[in-house]
Protein backbone atom coordinates (compact mmCIF):
# COMPACT_ATOMS: atom_id res chain seq x y z
CA UNK A 1 0.00 0.00 0.00
CA UNK A 2 1.36 3.34 -0.93
CA UNK A 3 2.26 5.33 2.15
CA UNK A 4 0.99 8.64 1.97
CA UNK A 5 1.25 9.63 5.62
CA UNK A 6 4.94 8.52 6.06
CA UNK A 7 6.80 10.31 8.46
CA UNK A 8 3.02 11.94 9.81
CA UNK A 9 1.34 11.63 13.13
CA UNK A 10 -2.43 11.42 13.34
CA UNK A 11 -4.85 10.75 16.41
CA UNK A 12 -7.96 8.77 16.07
CA UNK A 13 -10.07 9.12 18.27
CA UNK A 14 -12.72 6.05 19.32
CA UNK A 15 -9.72 3.78 18.24
CA UNK A 16 -10.96 0.89 20.23
CA UNK A 17 -13.13 -0.39 17.58
CA UNK A 18 -15.32 -0.11 14.30
CA UNK A 19 -14.53 3.00 12.10
CA UNK A 20 -12.06 4.13 14.39
CA UNK A 21 -10.07 1.21 14.80
CA UNK A 22 -10.03 0.12 10.80
CA UNK A 23 -8.87 4.46 10.30
CA UNK A 24 -6.07 3.49 13.26
CA UNK A 25 -4.92 0.18 10.73
CA UNK A 26 -4.80 2.54 7.59
CA UNK A 27 -3.13 5.20 8.77
CA UNK A 28 -0.32 3.35 9.99
CA UNK A 29 -0.30 0.62 6.97
CA UNK A 30 0.32 4.27 4.64
CA UNK A 31 3.30 4.96 7.39
CA UNK A 32 1.70 7.44 9.58
CA UNK A 33 2.57 7.39 13.44
CA UNK A 34 -0.80 6.62 15.11
CA UNK A 35 -2.45 7.83 18.39
CA UNK A 36 -5.16 5.48 18.81
CA UNK A 37 -7.56 6.95 22.51
CA UNK A 38 -11.03 5.43 23.08
CA UNK A 39 -12.48 4.68 27.00
CA UNK A 40 -11.30 1.27 26.92
CA UNK A 41 -7.88 0.18 27.29
CA UNK A 42 -8.37 -3.41 26.62
CA UNK A 43 -9.83 -2.78 23.13
CA UNK A 44 -7.11 -0.12 22.52
CA UNK A 45 -4.92 -2.63 23.05
CA UNK A 46 -6.12 -5.14 20.91
CA UNK A 47 -5.57 -2.78 17.91
CA UNK A 48 -2.57 -1.68 18.72
CA UNK A 49 -1.14 -5.09 19.22
CA UNK A 50 -1.15 -5.38 15.85
CA UNK A 51 0.47 -2.04 14.62
CA UNK A 52 4.48 -1.13 14.80
CA UNK A 53 5.03 -0.30 18.20
CA UNK A 54 7.44 2.21 17.38
CA UNK A 55 5.00 4.31 15.63
CA UNK A 56 1.62 3.45 17.90
CA UNK A 57 0.27 4.89 20.80
CA UNK A 58 -2.94 3.98 23.05
CA UNK A 59 -3.70 5.79 25.59
CA UNK A 60 -6.88 5.37 27.31
CA UNK A 61 -8.92 9.26 27.03
CA UNK A 62 -12.35 10.27 27.87
CA UNK A 63 -13.08 12.27 25.71
CA UNK A 64 -16.03 13.80 27.19
CA UNK A 65 -13.23 16.10 29.10
CA UNK A 66 -11.58 18.36 27.42
CA UNK A 67 -8.43 18.37 29.77
CA UNK A 68 -8.18 14.71 28.97
CA UNK A 69 -7.89 15.95 25.33
CA UNK A 70 -5.66 18.66 25.97
CA UNK A 71 -3.38 15.90 27.58
CA UNK A 72 -3.70 13.66 24.71
CA UNK A 73 -2.82 16.32 22.57
CA UNK A 74 0.27 17.80 24.12
CA UNK A 75 1.69 13.82 24.59
CA UNK A 76 1.17 13.32 20.95
CA UNK A 77 3.46 16.38 21.10
CA UNK A 78 5.47 15.44 23.37
CA UNK A 79 6.41 11.56 22.47
CA UNK A 80 6.46 12.34 18.32
CA UNK A 81 7.39 16.36 18.14
CA UNK A 82 4.28 17.15 15.46
CA UNK A 83 0.60 16.68 14.67
CA UNK A 84 -0.32 16.51 11.11
CA UNK A 85 -4.48 15.28 11.56
CA UNK A 86 -7.13 14.10 14.16
CA UNK A 87 -9.70 12.53 12.98
CA UNK A 88 -12.94 12.73 15.92
CA UNK A 89 -14.51 9.56 15.50
CA UNK A 90 -15.47 8.75 19.18
CA UNK A 91 -19.08 8.53 19.36
CA UNK A 92 -22.51 6.77 20.65
CA UNK A 93 -25.65 6.32 19.63
CA UNK A 94 -28.82 6.10 21.98
CA UNK A 95 -32.13 5.32 20.63
CA UNK A 96 -36.13 6.05 21.46
CA UNK A 97 -38.89 8.61 21.09
CA UNK A 98 -38.39 11.93 22.17
CA UNK A 99 -40.46 11.81 25.03
CA UNK A 100 -39.56 8.39 26.36
CA UNK A 101 -35.45 8.29 25.64
CA UNK A 102 -33.64 9.00 28.80
CA UNK A 103 -32.17 12.51 29.30
CA UNK A 104 -29.34 11.34 30.70
CA UNK A 105 -28.94 10.01 27.09
CA UNK A 106 -29.29 12.95 25.64
CA UNK A 107 -26.10 14.66 27.57
CA UNK A 108 -24.08 11.55 26.98
CA UNK A 109 -24.03 11.95 23.35
CA UNK A 110 -23.78 15.83 23.14
CA UNK A 111 -20.63 15.44 25.45
CA UNK A 112 -19.40 12.71 23.15
CA UNK A 113 -20.27 12.63 19.66
CA UNK A 114 -20.37 17.14 19.96
CA UNK A 115 -18.06 18.29 22.26
CA UNK A 116 -15.49 15.22 21.89
CA UNK A 117 -15.18 17.13 18.53
CA UNK A 118 -15.11 20.03 19.53
CA UNK A 119 -12.67 19.55 22.22
CA UNK A 120 -10.51 17.91 19.46
CA UNK A 121 -9.94 20.30 17.55
CA UNK A 122 -9.98 23.25 20.21
CA UNK A 123 -6.72 20.69 21.15
CA UNK A 124 -5.10 20.29 17.63
CA UNK A 125 -5.79 23.37 16.11
CA UNK A 126 -2.38 25.48 17.17
CA UNK A 127 -0.01 22.12 16.22
CA UNK A 128 -1.98 21.97 13.22
CA UNK A 129 -0.96 25.73 11.71
CA UNK A 130 2.24 24.38 12.38
CA UNK A 131 2.08 21.70 9.63
CA UNK A 132 -0.94 22.55 8.06
CA UNK A 133 -2.55 19.73 8.68
CA UNK A 134 -6.09 18.27 8.22
CA UNK A 135 -9.05 17.17 10.58
CA UNK A 136 -11.51 14.76 9.79
CA UNK A 137 -14.73 14.01 11.68
CA UNK A 138 -17.04 11.56 12.14
CA UNK A 139 -21.26 12.83 11.15
CA UNK A 140 -23.34 10.47 9.93
CA UNK A 141 -26.50 10.24 7.13
CA UNK A 142 -27.94 11.01 10.28
CA UNK A 143 -26.45 14.66 10.36
CA UNK A 144 -28.13 15.45 7.03
CA UNK A 145 -31.62 13.86 7.64
CA UNK A 146 -33.92 12.76 10.14
CA UNK A 147 -34.44 8.89 11.86
CA UNK A 148 -37.40 7.82 12.68
CA UNK A 149 -36.70 6.88 17.43
CA UNK A 150 -32.96 8.73 16.81
CA UNK A 151 -33.59 12.72 17.51
CA UNK A 152 -30.78 12.60 19.93
CA UNK A 153 -28.57 10.94 17.88
CA UNK A 154 -29.96 12.89 14.86
CA UNK A 155 -29.57 16.46 16.61
CA UNK A 156 -25.63 15.70 17.61
CA UNK A 157 -24.88 14.28 14.35
CA UNK A 158 -26.58 17.35 12.57
CA UNK A 159 -24.03 19.56 14.96
CA UNK A 160 -20.98 17.94 13.64
CA UNK A 161 -21.92 18.67 10.10
CA UNK A 162 -22.58 22.34 10.01
CA UNK A 163 -19.61 22.68 12.64
CA UNK A 164 -17.50 20.83 10.35
CA UNK A 165 -18.40 23.50 7.58
CA UNK A 166 -17.73 26.50 9.74
CA UNK A 167 -14.54 24.98 11.48
CA UNK A 168 -13.38 25.02 7.53
CA UNK A 169 -13.85 28.28 7.20
CA UNK A 170 -11.93 29.35 10.19
CA UNK A 171 -9.13 27.44 9.96
CA UNK A 172 -8.57 27.85 6.14
CA UNK A 173 -6.44 30.88 6.59
CA UNK A 174 -4.20 28.67 8.86
CA UNK A 175 -3.72 26.17 6.04
CA UNK A 176 -5.62 23.83 8.31
CA UNK A 177 -8.56 21.59 6.26
CA UNK A 178 -11.68 20.83 8.05
CA UNK A 179 -13.86 18.06 6.62
CA UNK A 180 -16.23 15.21 7.88
CA UNK A 181 -17.35 11.94 6.70
CA UNK A 182 -21.34 10.68 6.72
CA UNK A 183 -21.32 7.14 6.69
CA UNK A 184 -25.00 5.01 6.21
CA UNK A 185 -25.09 1.76 7.91
CA UNK A 186 -21.48 0.20 9.05
CA UNK A 187 -21.23 -3.20 10.41
CA UNK A 188 -19.55 -2.04 13.90
CA UNK A 189 -20.52 -3.64 17.66
CA UNK A 190 -23.11 -0.60 17.61
CA UNK A 191 -24.60 -1.81 14.76
CA UNK A 192 -24.78 -5.76 15.38
CA UNK A 193 -28.31 -6.00 16.80
CA UNK A 194 -29.54 -4.21 13.39
CA UNK A 195 -27.57 -6.33 11.42
CA UNK A 196 -29.20 -9.81 12.49
CA UNK A 197 -32.38 -8.18 11.98
CA UNK A 198 -33.27 -10.12 8.49
CA UNK A 199 -36.19 -7.85 8.22
CA UNK A 200 -34.62 -5.01 8.66
CA UNK A 201 -31.37 -5.88 6.52
CA UNK A 202 -34.42 -5.95 3.52
CA UNK A 203 -35.26 -3.01 4.17
CA UNK A 204 -31.84 -1.54 4.24
CA UNK A 205 -30.87 -3.48 0.83
CA UNK A 206 -33.87 -1.82 -0.84
CA UNK A 207 -32.77 1.81 0.01
CA UNK A 208 -29.39 1.95 -0.37
CA UNK A 209 -28.78 2.39 -4.08
CA UNK A 210 -25.36 -0.36 -4.52
CA UNK A 211 -27.59 -2.98 -1.93
CA UNK A 212 -25.63 -3.63 1.73
CA UNK A 213 -24.42 -1.56 4.25
CA UNK A 214 -20.52 -0.87 4.75
CA UNK A 215 -17.95 -2.18 6.42
CA UNK A 216 -15.43 0.03 8.90
CA UNK A 217 -12.54 -0.28 6.04
CA UNK A 218 -15.18 1.48 3.40
CA UNK A 219 -14.87 4.60 5.46
CA UNK A 220 -11.74 4.33 6.77
CA UNK A 221 -10.38 4.77 2.97
CA UNK A 222 -12.94 7.82 2.88
CA UNK A 223 -11.20 9.24 5.66
CA UNK A 224 -7.42 8.92 5.05
CA UNK A 225 -8.18 10.32 1.20
CA UNK A 226 -9.40 13.32 2.99
CA UNK A 227 -6.66 13.90 4.97
CA UNK A 228 -4.34 13.16 2.46
CA UNK A 229 -2.36 15.82 0.07
CA UNK A 230 -4.89 14.35 -2.72
CA UNK A 231 -7.15 16.27 -1.16
CA UNK A 232 -5.38 19.27 -0.67
CA UNK A 233 -7.94 21.59 -2.18
CA UNK A 234 -11.18 19.91 -0.70
CA UNK A 235 -12.29 21.49 3.18
CA UNK A 236 -15.91 22.45 4.20
CA UNK A 237 -17.16 19.07 2.72
CA UNK A 238 -19.22 16.50 4.69
CA UNK A 239 -18.51 13.24 2.25
CA UNK A 240 -21.32 10.53 2.06
CA UNK A 241 -19.98 6.98 2.43
CA UNK A 242 -23.34 5.31 1.96
CA UNK A 243 -23.86 3.46 -1.44
CA UNK A 244 -25.99 5.83 -2.82
CA UNK A 245 -28.59 6.20 -0.01
CA UNK A 246 -28.77 10.08 -0.01
CA UNK A 247 -28.79 9.83 -3.83
CA UNK A 248 -32.39 9.48 -3.28
CA UNK A 249 -35.19 11.66 -2.46
CA UNK A 250 -36.70 9.48 -0.29
CA UNK A 251 -39.41 8.17 -2.38
CA UNK A 252 -39.88 4.42 -2.96
CA UNK A 253 -38.17 2.48 -6.37
CA UNK A 254 -40.50 2.54 -9.30
CA UNK A 255 -38.40 0.51 -12.08
Known amino acids: ?41 SKLESVASAMPASRTWAPAVDVRQFEAVA ?9 FGRLDVIVNNAGIAPTGPITEAPIDAWHDVIATDVSGVFYGCRAAIPYLKITRGAIVNVSSVSGLGGDWGMSFYNAAKGAVTNFTRAAALDCAADGIRVNAVCPSLTATDLTKDMLGDELLMEAFRERIPLGNYAQPEDVAAAIAFL ?11 NLPVDGGLTASNGQPRQA
Request: with cysteine.
Open 1 to 41: MEERFEGKVVIVTGAGSGIGAATARRFSLEGATVVLCGRTA
Open 71 to 79: ALVSGTIER
Open 227 to 237: ASDEARFITGV
